[in-house]
């Protein structure tokens, strides 16, 4: 049973200095010291080693056939967005990640599909290039869980989903700009335990600040299965019920309402979170989601899924079918 991988990254292999081209900013570039593999540097600071595979469109295929995957939905690497740079600087660096992302998908049509950046700090730019990746032909976008640390729900976020669900353009949420990383650096902790939290925030910021209710078409996937979002529902869905004056400020709606109104990728690294997950949302809600090439994702793209006796059905759809409903509709 063939897999699309909805839950990838990939960078061009050449970064432009953006530091030197704006005069300013940690953005990230790239140090090729050694053969197959490159230093990602942030300002002058290290931020993570990478290899070949991550910018290497040809390198990946192979690498990924090999756990029977088909096709990579591929998307920038968080540390890109940018969000913090001038709206402008934020654009410019989008058209060339995106212009990068056309040309992978133009080179490698059968292989890969691409969800484009927009400088989201500034509304009008975002369209801009919102409406500029959907005429290459892009079925959507990804996203961070908060823009310098303004919720997703706040209005002036909202004409971009409200554009999304008209260009019929999907949404792809991943955590980033952590909450509280500066005080839990140790122990990779940001990404550990701060990920999880993020996700969980957006999905409540889309739920309480009344986006879903406003546009019941968007399609919305939030990465690593929601995070801490569906293992805290009980919490979530209690703080709704006793404390509606505080919660139920903008929407009215109950949050477990929502169950199997987004989707999720199935990155949960356990099966019996998965099991829990399938039961939240439903099997037609449960994207296959890597976060490949780096280590924290399911390198072996599912295959603790393929071993869980989940049925044919359910699996045809968590594997390919799901996906092509999330990222094009019915």
Not at 200 to 222: D, M, N, Q, T
Not at 227 to 243: A, E, K, M
Request: hydrophobic share 40%.
């Amino acid at each position: 049973m063939h897999k699309i991988d909805m839950h990838t990254h990939i960078l061009p292999e050449k970064l432009p200095n953006f530091a030197d081209k704006f005069g300013y900013g940690d953005f990230i570039h790239l140090e090729h010291h050694r053969k197959g593999f490159a230093r990602m540097m942030k300002g002058d600071t290290f931020f993570r080693e990478i290899a070949e595979n991550c910018w290497d469109p040809q390198v990946r295929i192979p690498e990924y056939a090999q756990h029977k995957t088909a096709v990579q939905v591929v998307c920038t690497i968080p540390v890109m967005f940018s969000y913090w740079a001038k709206p402008a600087d934020t654009l410019d660096l989008s058209m060339f990640l995106n212009d990068h992302l056309a040309g992978v998908v133009d080179d490698y049509a059968e292989h890969y599909i691409a969800l484009g950046t927009l400088p989201m700090q500034d509304t009008e730019l975002a369209l801009k290039e919102l409406h500029r990746i959907h005429a290459l032909g892009f079925p959507g976008i990804q996203i961070g869980s908060n823009v310098n640390q303004l919720n997703l729900n706040e209005k002036q976020f909202f004409p971009i989903f409200e554009a999304c669900q008209e260009l019929n353009m999907a949404v792809f949420v991943h955590p980033w700009g952590m909450m509280g990383e500066e005080h839990m650096r140790r122990y990779w902790l940001p990404w550990l335990v701060g990920m999880p939290a993020e996700t969980a925030r957006s999905v409540c910021s889309f739920i309480f600040g009344g986006i879903f209710e406003k546009l019941p078409s968007l399609r919305v996937c939030f990465a690593h299965a929601g995070g801490s979002f569906l293992p805290t529902l009980g919490r979530i869905q209690h703080g709704y019920n006793c404390r509606p004056d505080l919660v139920a400020i903008d929407n009215p709606v109950s949050p477990d309402a929502y169950l199997g109104k987004f989707w999720v990728d199935s990155a949960t690294h356990d099966p019996r979170l998965f099991k829990y997950i399938l039961e939240m949302v439903g099997d037609e809600k449960i994207c296959l989601g890597s976060d490949y090439p780096f280590p924290l994702g399911d390198l072996e793209i599912g295959a603790f899924l393929e071993k869980m006796d989940l049925g044919a059905d359910v699996l045809e759809k968590v594997f390919y079918k799901n996906t092509l409903k999330w990222l094009y509709g019915e």
